[in-house]
């Protein structure tokens, strides 16, 4: 994640201004109140449980019907990082932290390089934490983040907002597409503002949130699966898994040291110890390790022949079919 001032816009208390606001707001149905959870108050623990569980059913739905939009974007991220550009998260508040969250998996999940996958988020690094007032509401500075960051046309920029109207992710946006970026929007309304501004729309439509307007709860959740798709299934296009199996996974702790050599065993058939020599013969490197156990290619030949493959282990074994 990018460092960013803490300059913040205080609004204008111009009634006026909020009273277009208002009713800006009150058309949106990730602000409106289910009349069927009017009695929540009122719920026992069970109902509660129930009735929460109930209204996360529909999210999945949800999901599945944006998956023309979700796959396009996952084709032009997967061209754009394919030709050496980057996939970049702008958001705030919870759709913020949302895109921190999944771009810090990708380097031990994948072992992508930290500048890869980039979350940008109102207010900086502070507002993963804790609320930055006013900071979504400057269009001006997400404008001026995606300048910093030196955004490019080799970039795939993914607005992400709940609302779908967040000024910080309108003023990112522009930015984005007037240097020539490939742009996605991610919002839980139709026709929105940052939808109207992407080259690929993804909406998302979840319905009022249990607690009206909480949009950490379903848009949350329906956000929350769209960008593991966004970044797993490009991750598969790049040749970053063989299968399901998770072959560019960075071991930096006990427990990912063990899921490599259970990799290894599981694509190969080898026992464990088999396993842990083929990858102290490459220096823990998943992907060659199962190429030299396969193939029966020299440990210090592997990653040149992963290189000519263009990094697709599957591409490397039949090439030595």
Known sequence: MTEQSDATQVPSSSGDRLGDLRSELAGLQTEMASPALSELDTMGTSELVAAMNEQNRGVPDAVEQASGQIAAVVDAVAERLARGGRLLYVGAGTAGRLGVLDASECPPTFGTPPGLVVAIIAGGPQAIQKPVEYAEDNATAGARDLHDIEVTEADAVVGISASGRTPYVIGALEEARSRGAFTA???????????????????????????????????????????????????????????????????????LLARAQRTVQHATGVDANTAIRALDSVGGSVKAAILVVLTGVEPGQAKSALEDAGGFLRKAIEARG
């Not at 940052?194 to 329906?222: C, M, N, Q, W, Y």
């Open 185 to 255: 929007s991610l919002a839980c309304n139709h026709d929105s503002p940052i939808s109207k501004l992407a080259d690929v729309a993804i909406d998302v439509v979840v319905g009022p949130e249990f607690v009206a307007g909480s949009t950490r709860l379903k848009a949350g959740t329906a956000q929350k699966l769209v960008l593991n798709m966004i970044s797993t299934l490009t991750m598969v296009k790049l040749g970053k898994t063989y299968g399901n199996l998770m072959v560019d996974l960075r071991a930096t702790n006990n427990k």
